[in-house]
């Protein structure tokens, strides 16, 4: 099904000594040691009465170019992703800043409402700030996992209109299609690997939400959740507006707006991938000429490992930068 891709090609390959999709996608995570990056933390209150953090990569020039980073689910300013990619934007005299999704920066938000995989919303509420804020600065995004999804959404919801925010983006690691997602999750050992360890941080967060905020949501079935399609039918779903856990995926995934995406994007994602079935990846009429699709055979969840061991994670934000360089 990949054949009309094959022009577009990529220059990642993984090394030979980390084979296959979930090694590429763990041990990746081990590299974030090799980087230290200084943020400084700025906290924005929001329009409806709750806070963002923001942790930012100051330039020395205040014309410097400002790169914006979401993160994935559960993630911050200090995942291995983050990390690779503001030192690499330091590097180039960049300024850089992660926003945290709310509740993500190590203290809980104070409304009953946190983040989720749709929330485009508040993705145009930071840019458009940002872009408030540096007016004279060329704005470019990048969105990780579910912040991806996020952005994407984001950017084909804007169309043409984003063109006065951003100038670039780039997506990487996307669950295009979050039913898909969820079900490659939910199932196996990747439920073992994966899932597990995201409900072992969202389970806490969603009964402290039902304690302070006296939720009418079972507090017993959320402790007995073991997968994806559980947590979001029970809490994801209906504190954010959504039926179960199926419509807010359907409305919510990002595929369904390629096609309107009209700022150059890059769209890369590792085709063994285990948060996403390759065989969902957008075929060359689902997505826009405005977008470039990157489908390298490997390289895990947000992992692109390279280099003899023990490696590293410098691939990804080289060809991130190198996206945004292009003419």
């Known amino acids: 099904m990949f054949a009309e891709w094959d022009n577009r090609s990529t220059d990642y ?4 000594w980390l084979p296959g999709g979930h090694l590429q996608t763990i041990y990746a995570r081990m590299l974030a040691r090799r980087y230290t990056v200084r943020y400084r933390r ?8 709750d806070f963002i953090d923001l942790d930012w990569l ?16 559960e993630g911050y300013s200090g995942s291995h992703y983050a990390l690779s990619l503001m030192s690499g934007v330091g ?29 485009s919303r508040e993705i145009d509420w930071v840019l458009r700030r940002l872009k408030e804020e540096f007016p004279s600065s060329e704005i470019y995004v990048v969105g990780i996992s579910l912040g991806g999804n996020m952005l994407l959404k984001w950017l084909g919801e804007e169309g043409d209109a984003a063109r006065s925010v951003v100038e ?17 999750l939910d199932a196996g050992i990747k439920k073992l690997l994966y899932t597990r360890h995201f409900l072992r941080s969202l389970q806490p967060r969603a009964l402290a939400k039902i304690i302070d905020h006296d ?29 179960d856990a199926l419509e807010y995926w359907t409305r919510c995934s990002s595929k369904q707006w390629l ?19 390759e065989s969902v990846l957008p075929l060359p009429g689902e997505v826009s000429d405005a977008v470039t699709v990157e489908f390298p055979r490997a390289g895990g969840h947000v992992g692109f490992v ?13 060809r991130i930068m190198s996206f945004f360089y292009s003419d």
Not at 13 to 16: G, K, L, M
Not at 42 to 49: A, Q
Not at 259 to 277: K, M, S, Y
């Open 13 to 16: 390959r993984a090394p030979w």
């Open 259 to 277: 096609t309107r995406i009209r700022i150059p994007t890059l769209v890369l994602n590792a085709r063994n991938d285990p948060f996403l079935p």
């Open 168 to 184: 670039r983006a780039a997506a990487v690691s996307t669950p295009l299609d979050l039913a898909a997602a969820a079900g490659e």
């Open 42 to 49: 700025e906290r924005w209150e929001t329009p409806d009465g």
């Open 58 to 73: 100051d330039a020395p020039s205040k014309e410097a170019r400002l790169m914006v980073l979401f993160h994935g689910l």
């Open 306 to 318: 390279t280099g003899r061991f023990p490696g590293g994670i410098d691939w990804l934000p080289r």
């Open 215 to 243: 939720l009418t949501i079972d507090a017993a079935a959320i402790r007995a959740s073991a997968t994806f399609r559980q947590f979001d039918d029970l809490f994801t779903a209906p504190i954010h507006g959504f039926k």
């Open 91 to 119: 590097e180039r005299g960049w300024r850089g800043v992660v926003p945290h999704f709310r509740g993500c920066s190590g203290e809980a938000n104070r409304l009953a409402r946190s983040y989720h995989s749709g929330d």
